[in-house]
T-cell receptor, first 115, second 113 residues
Framework: AQKITQTQPGMFVQEKEAVTLDCTYDTSDPSYGLFWYKQPSSGEMIFLIYQGSYDQQNATEGRYSLNFQKARKSANLVISASQLGDSAMYFCAMSSPSGNTPLVFGKGTRLSVIA | EPEVTQTPSHQVTQMGQEVILRCVPISNHLYFYWYRQILGQKVEFLVSFYNNEISEKSEIFDDQFSVERPDGSNFTLKIRSTKLEDSAMYFC???????????FGPGTRLLVL
């Protein structure tokens, strides 16, 4: 069974600084996908970034990058140049290999950006 | 940019009543999902739907729940007889064939009294 672990319930970061949100995963599948979603206080789930297990390079999307370390089974999200609008819950999730399969989510990390 | 929409945004109902939550997935997506998030907890998978039938469901998705695609655009989740513990945010999501990324709707916040 797949499992996602996010060990940081809450994080603080100063505006304009970079922050890393931790995510470790467990799976016996050789192929899988890893995702990060942002959930602001309004409640919606916003897709941020995706990493395939066979991708050679770490995924990047604007200020978001995914630090993928396959041997350590970690998929940390790095947010550069934090903005006040980045304050939200962040969820790490994974899918199984065949695509179009249910996502398994972690418990989330609440990020607070301080001015 | 295409997006998943959900109605209503909020629903308050009495225990034992039936509720129907509605979703309009992104138009070229063929895979549809329902998830729920109890307040303060993680997002949990309920059911996935493809080609007019359930492709996968979780233990949460018992006989009280059903899904339907009544026409070419809507995707619904019905809870037949709501219980207090059904109070949660319900998210619809959709994805393209062969693509892993699921795009979520804004959610319906259900409160059962």
């Amino acid at each position: 069974a797949q499992k996602i672990t996010q060990t940081q319930p809450g994080m603080f970061v100063q505006e304009k600084e970079a922050v890393t949100l931790d995510c470790t995963y467990d799976t016996s599948d050789p192929s899988y996908g890893l995702f990060w979603y942002k959930q602001p206080s309004s409640g919606e789930m916003i897709f941020l970034i995706y990493q395939g297990s066979y991708d050679q390079q770490n995924a990047t999307e604007g200020r978001y990058s995914l630090n993928f370390q396959k041997a350590r089974k970690s998929a940390n999200l790095v947010i550069s140049a934090s903005q006040l609008g980045d304050s939200a819950m962040y969820f790490c999730a994974m899918s199984s290999p065949s695509g179009n399969t249910p996502l398994v989510f972690g418990k989330g990390t609440r990020l607070s950006v301080i001015a | 940019e295409p997006e998943v929409t959900q109605t209503p945004s909020h629903q308050v109902t009495q225990m034992g009543q039936e509720v129907i939550l509605r979703c309009v997935p992104i138009s070229n997506h063929l895979y549809f999902y329902w998830y729920r998030q109890i307040l303060g907890q993680k997002v949990e998978f309920l059911v996935s739907f493809y080609n007019n039938e359930i492709s996968e469901k979780s233990e949460i998705f018992d006989d009280q729940f059903s899904v339907e695609r009544p026409d070419g655009s809507n995707f619904t989740l019905k809870i037949r007889s709501t219980k207090l513990e059904d109070s949660a945010m319900y998210f619809c999501a959709s994805s393209e064939p062969g693509q892993e990324t699921q795009y979520f709707g804004p959610g319906t916040r259900l409160l059962v009294l």
